[in-house]
């Protein structure tokens, strides 16, 4: 089989949804000799921030002389950005080749993330990495990527999202979170409200797991001269995170958070390589500024605290106008997405993505009208931003924003990119 051809197939899995548990992930792995188990695994889950968090360790411990694979979901453009070792994404061959070899043992009505869950693992075994970066898909309890006994669990801000699949409140979706963390293993935390800090505290005190909350045992906080760390052991000042956006110090810290303690657990790390590695991270799609007169701004800002956050970080960037692209997925709750950000804004260009999932951008348009903004409906994420850079003086700023999937296909457009639209 092609690589399209592989593609095409694990794809179409997706179109059979989810299926909670981990009977099928568990079945795979062990026909494949286990190499979840062969890896030392650092687990990442929460509702914003955990790619950040995650491109933030790992070039802390690449920086530091690791092999590090990153696992994450889902890609912007390109199906091989899931996988990626030291910041190199998996080749098309050798998905093609651990594709075929880990179909071949999946039980019946595998699904797609289990079936990329399995290649990423295999991958990293074969390729000898040392630690292993494991983003969850949806939750963290019935995750694929829970498979695996991880040595360390990060925690990102929960927040109301995926509310069909996790649960109605925040200490529903806190609980399914929760479900990474392992008995006796250590677990950072990112600021939470007080209902899912909650559910956390006690899971990891039931399964005595040592636990590091941000604003308890390591904070951070910005200064003039960049993000200031005061960590479990260390401290750090004047860091200037390579991810743009002020709500990056958090994830920032955490991830420092995380490296503190995995130098106490058999990978020693550098001060100095702390700072640099959060320095030198980068991750598309994440407070991303490409072009130039006009600059267009992408950011994967996807639920209502998504949106919250960026508003906050538009604050310190400069602009005449503010030029709205936005594209949202169906089950989002698009209202709350975007209101924070309509008091900034100019203009708005309604836009559908290449998805099954996105809401037509007629019926985005119609909301935003409601809202009293002024707006086109684009139609096309390509449309869009033709249509926002006609209008743009040199001195505006386009946004991009509502969805990875928005941004990911706009990322592609803008840099000439080959854009693989289909996601599980």
Request: aromatic share 6%; with cysteine.
């Amino acid at each position: 089989m092609t690589y399209q051809e592989i593609l095409a197939h694990i794809y179409g899995l997706g179109r059979f949804g989810m299926k909670p548990g981990l009977e099928r992930i568990t079945a795979l792995l062990h026909a494949l000799g286990n190499p979840q188990e062969r890896t030392a695994n650092v687990h990442v889950a929460g509702t914003n921030g955990k790619g950040s968090t995650a491109a933030f360790l790992a070039a802390i411990l690449t920086n530091s002389g690791y092999r590090v694979g990153l696992f994450t979901s889902p890609h912007l453009s390109r199906f091989t950005e899931r996988i990626r070792i030291n910041g190199t994404e998996i080749g098309e061959e050798e998905v093609v080749v651990l594709a075929q070899r880990v179909m071949a043992a999946a039980p019946e009505s595998t699904t797609f993330f289990e079936i990329v869950s399995a290649m990423a693992w295999l991958y990293f075994l074969e390729e000898g990495v040392d630690l292993a970066i494991m983003e969850t898909g949806m939750g963290g309890r019935f995750d694929a990527t829970n498979a695996a006994t991880g040595i360390l669990s990060i925690i990102t801000p929960i927040s109301l999202d995926h509310c069909a699949y996790l649960g109605e409140t925040l200490a529903d979706i806190a609980f399914e979170k929760a479900g990474i963390v392992k008995p006796e293993r250590p677990v950072v935390l990112s600021a939470q409200t007080d209902e899912a800090r909650n559910v956390v505290e006690r899971h990891c005190l039931e399964l005595a797991s040592p636990l590091f909350h941000l604003g308890r045992e390591f904070s951070a906080e910005w200064e003039n001269d960049g993000l200031a760390y005061c960590g479990i052991g260390i401290e750090l000042r004047g860091i200037k995170p390579g991810i743009a956006g002020r709500y990056q110090g958090e994830n920032a810290a955490c991830a420092l958070a995380a490296a503190e303690i995995l130098g106490g657990s058999g990978f020693p790390l550098a001060g100095e390589s702390l700072k640099i590695g959060i320095e030198q991270a980068f991750w598309p799609g994440r407070m991303e500024t490409v072009g130039d007169a006009p600059r267009i701004l992408l950011d994967g800002a996807h639920n209502p605290a998504g949106g919250r956050a960026l508003a906050h970080a538009l604050q310190d960037v400069p602009r005449e106008r503010l030029l709205l692209v936005a594209g949202v997925m169906a089950d989002k709750d698009a209202e709350g997405i975007f209101s924070p950000l309509l008091p900034l804004t100019d203009r708005v260009f309604a836009v559908s993505p290449a998805i099954e999932r996105a809401l037509p951008s007629d019926q985005l348009a119609r909301l935003f009208v409601a809202l009293g903004m002024d707006v086109t409906d684009s139609g096309t994420v390509a449309a869009g931003i033709g249509q926002a850079m006609h209008e743009a003086r040199p001195n505006d700023l386009i946004l991009v924003c509502g969805s990875l999937y928005t941004v990911g296909e706009a990322r592609a457009i803008i840099r000439g990119e080959r854009f693989e639209p289909f996601r599980g």
